[in-house]
């Protein structure tokens, strides 16, 4: 009992998102796929459909596989918590919400497809993570290294294979990223363009 009081909630927002995608992975076995075709993926649907706007946020949520779970919570759950902690619950939730409401936006305008997990997020968080290193007067070669890396290899991969990855959410998650970056360490960055300019 002494060690369960030990356990720290330390990251609301991250556990809470990785606990409810849990939650929503194991309705999607239940229903045998069909909470994930009706909420938790987005696809084209009529624009009267109210679940096609829940849909727009919901998609973040769904998962595919326990193995398509694990591969993005990993990931969120190593970076997102220190990025909770920078940026505060509120800001980075509405990073979230932003990077969830545009990949489905963009994805609905290009794609036939259905398009579900939180790839999009990681990749979002990736990028921001690359900034939480920068000092006035300095830009961080793991910055430009991890632009450079992340976007371009998603920009290839997505041109020259066949999958049923979508390198695009990839892409726009990685793009929200570093935008988030830029707009929250702007004073940083124009240390940078000053010290430059002299």
Known sequence: MLFFKRIQYNSPLVLTYALFSLIVLGVNYLTQGASNALVFSIHRGALTDPLLYVRM????????????????????????????????????????????????LLFLAVSEHALLGGSGLVFMLILLSSF??????????????????????????????????????????????????????????????GDIED
């Open 57 to 104: 946020i919901g998609h973040v949520f769904g998962h595919a596989s326990l193995s398509h779970y694990f591969d993005n919570m990993v990931l969120i759950l190593l970076v997102g918590p220190m990025l909770e902690e920078k940026y505060g619950s509120k800001w980075l939730g509405l990073m979230m919400l932003v990077t969830a409401l545009v990949t489905g």
């Open 132 to 193: 939480t290193n920068l000092q006035k007067g300095r830009i961080p070669l793991t910055l430009i290294l991890a632009i450079i890396i992340f976007i371009g290899r998603e920009v290839v991969t997505g041109a020259t294979t066949e999958t049923n990855i979508s390198h695009l959410t990839h892409i726009i998650g990685g793009v929200c990223g570093a935008v988030f970056g830029y707009v929250f360490n702007k004073k940083s960055l124009s240390t940078v363009a």
